[in-house]
């Protein structure tokens, strides 16, 4: 098992009208995610979604629940913003030239493509919005899609707090509030890496393949809502030919 804090940012990227920061993770041979610092300008845009379904007491808006693998009442679709989908393409661009992961995709699946073929992907009919509270939990699942993310937007707890609701008496063992990937380690068997997320987390993001199972844990310590914008990347296959 494998702890990791979020707060670990080694690399700045431009981007057109932004920049953000990304650390890239390898966790085992055909595995990784990158954790990403989303600039300012994506953080207000996201602002103006979240704070109006708060007003409406989300009043009009799509459930997404059926949809998803969480056991969390409030779960509703969101048409992304310009500056959310310019830093998803940019940040699904690093990703790939970091990891190599469309070769390794395609070849998997037997599918022919061009280095030069621009990949052709459909990012703003998957996107949700998660106000998760206390006890509520996603199980282990994966998605569809190709490339998948998660944007801790607002996280009303802090771990030191966390950890005095727990029976262990090794902190970084407890897991309440984490987001856990779960996959077989060619040495290990099978595995966890489990990102430490609380308040510190708010205004980051992780990037990851779609097939990569991942879990979050319930938190316990605050009545106030966990707020998550997740997504997937998906592969338009008819516009490869």
Same mark, same amino acid.
């Given at each position: ?66 949809? &998803?693998?969480? =056991? @969390? *009442?409030?779960? $509703? +679709?969101?048409? /992304? ?77 802090? &771990?030191?707090? =966390? @950890? *005095?609701?727990? $029976? +262990?008496?090794? /902190? ?70």
């Amino acid at each position: 098992m494998c702890y990791i804090s979020i707060l670990y940012i080694i690399n700045t990227i431009i981007l057109e009208i932004m920049d953000y920061q990304v650390n890239y993770h390898q966790i085992a041979n055909n595995y990784g995610y990158s954790l990403i610092k989303i600039p300012q300008e994506v953080m207000s845009e996201l602002k103006m979604i979240i704070d109006k379904q708060l007003i409406t007491n989300f009043k009009n808006y799509i459930p997404y629940n059926d949809k &998803l693998a969480g =056991e @969390i *009442k409030h779960e $509703y +679709k969101i048409q /992304p913003g310009p500056n959310l989908i310019s830093l998803l393409k940019a940040c699904n661009r690093d990703f790939d030239s970091h990891f190599g992961f469309y070769k390794k995709y395609f070849d998997h699946h037997h599918l022919n493509f061009s280095p030069s073929q621009k990949i052709p992907m459909n990012m703003d009919d998957h996107v949700w919005v998660n106000f998760q509270k206390k006890h509520e939990y996603n199980p282990t699942h994966r998605h569809n899609g190709v490339m998948s993310w998660v944007i801790w937007y607002q996280v009303p707890y802090t &771990l030191e707090n =966390e @950890i *005095k609701q727990s $029976y +262990k008496s090794n /902190p970084d063992a407890t897991p309440h509030g984490d987001f856990s990937f779960v996959y077989n380690h060619p040495s290990f068997g099978l595995t966890t890496t489990q990102l430490k997320v609380d308040k510190k987390a708010e205004g980051f993001m992780a990037m990851f393949p779609s097939s990569l199972n991942h879990q979050v844990f319930p938190f316990y310590t605050s009545d106030d809502y966990r707020i998550t914008i997740a997504g997937n990347l998906v592969l338009e296959l008819n516009k490869l030919i």
